[in-house]
């Protein structure tokens, strides 16, 4: 098992298209299986686009039901849990239409590129913030701000970075060019990082001051 399938629990592709050819043929367990391996990584995308649990959990269960329910039209030139991932995103697109029905929420909105001007470079944080924060605080710092990226990026940099798929796995998923999620991932981690940077910047330093930036901003 490589790195990616270890990071996000993928089985090896001839036993994953054993078990969907199986599940075609009627065999139930064969599907239970294949959710068992992906319910937790579906999980966690959802709940990154929805940002919240129960609207996750429903997207879970609306991925799998319509996954199985049209095994048919896989015809397996991708990975399933490519293919599952990108009814999952649907799924939680249309979770967010239906919450927000006044904003249309879509990845295939417009997206400034390689020719407009990119998220400035931003100041060093100064003290590293491992020194000043334990791993569980800025793994909940990482998240929410995560959280506050557009769709768009957001659902972008959790396939690539967060649950480990290659940039032609995550084209496939969102059905997307290749140059549209690269350039898109550019843009989430200049926002990330900015957003991270401003966040630490704010926060208090051992001594009960502020960190500010080179340009003298907070």
Known sequence: MNAIQAKIGEPPVSDELALVQAAKEGDVGAFEELVRRYDRNVFRIAQHITQNREDAEDVVQDAFLKAYGNLNQF??????YTWLVRIAVNEALMKLRRRRPERTVSLDEDVKTEE??????????????????????????????????????????????????????????????????????????LQLRERLSRYFQRRPGADGTKHESGDGTQ
Do not use: C
């Open 75 to 80: 015809q397996g030139q991708s990975k399933f």
């Open 116 to 189: 407009d001007s990119l998220p400035r470079e931003v100041a060093d944080w100064g003290p590293n913030p491992e020194q000043q924060y334990s791993q569980a605080e800025l793994g909940e710092i990482l998240t929410r701000t995560i959280q506050g990226l557009p769709a768009s990026f957001r659902t972008v940099f959790v396939l690539r970075d967060v649950e480990g798929l290659s940039t032609e796995e995550t084209a496939s998923a969102l059905d997307l060019s290749i140059p549209a999620v690269k350039s898109r991932l550019l843009r989430a981690r």
